[in-house]
C-alpha cells in the first residue's frame, strides 16, 4: 500500500515511498551471504523460512518489492539517509496469529548503518504517524535473542506484553506502546 512520505528528526533521513527498481538490487546485497542469513534470523524468521528464502535474486526480490505496494493490510516504507536507501519499515494493519495491529517492524540492512540512531528516528516517525492516525496502541515483537532491537523499542516508549515465546524454533518477545492518543 502507498504510504505518503515521513519525515524524521533528523534532517539526513527520510522514508520514502518503496521502488522495486531502486531498491531490488539492494535487497539482494542486503540478504545475500552470511550476514543476510543472519538479518534475517535476526529479523525473527526461522532457520527453515531463511532456507525457503534464500538465495534470493532479483526477479524474488523485485517480486517482493512489488507486493509491497499491492498490498493493502500493510504500510511501507524504505529508509533513505543521506539519499541512499540503508533499510526498511513497515506496519502490519490486521491482526496476525502472533501479534494485534498496527505492528510496526524494521530492517536496517545497510549493516554499517546499524548503531548510527536511523532506527530510533525512523520507528519515531512511523510511530508519530501511526498516532496521528488515531492508533492509540501500537505493537511489535523481536527475537528475545536480537538484543540491539530490545535496546531500540522500549527506549521509543515499547514495553513488553506477557512472557517471551517460541515459534518454529524461535523466541519471541512481544511488546506494546499506548500513544498519547484519547
Known sequence: MKAAELETDNALLRLVEPSAERDASLSVQWL??????TTLLL???SAEAVREMLPTSLEKETKRIEDFLERRDQLNW??????????????D?????????PSVHIMIGDP???????????????????EGEGHGI????HTTSNERADEL????GFEDLGSPYTKDGVEY???VLHTNTK
Open 112 to 130: 554499517a548503518m546499524r548503531g548510527k540512531g536511523i532506527g530510533h528516528s525512523t520507528i519515531k516517525a512511523v510511530l508519530n504517524h501511526l
Open 153 to 156: 523499542l522500549k527506549s521509543s
Open 93 to 101: 494493519l490486521e491482526d496476525s496469529e502472533e501479534l494485534p495491529s
Open 78 to 91: 524504505m529508509i533513505e539517509h543521506e539519499g541512499k536507501v540503508v533499510g526498511s519499515v513497515w506496519v
Open 138 to 141: 501500537i505493537y511489535t515483537r
Open 43 to 45: 529479523m525473527g524468521n
Open 32 to 37: 545475500t551471504g552470511e550476514l543476510g542469513h
Open 173 to 175: 518477545q512481544n511488546l
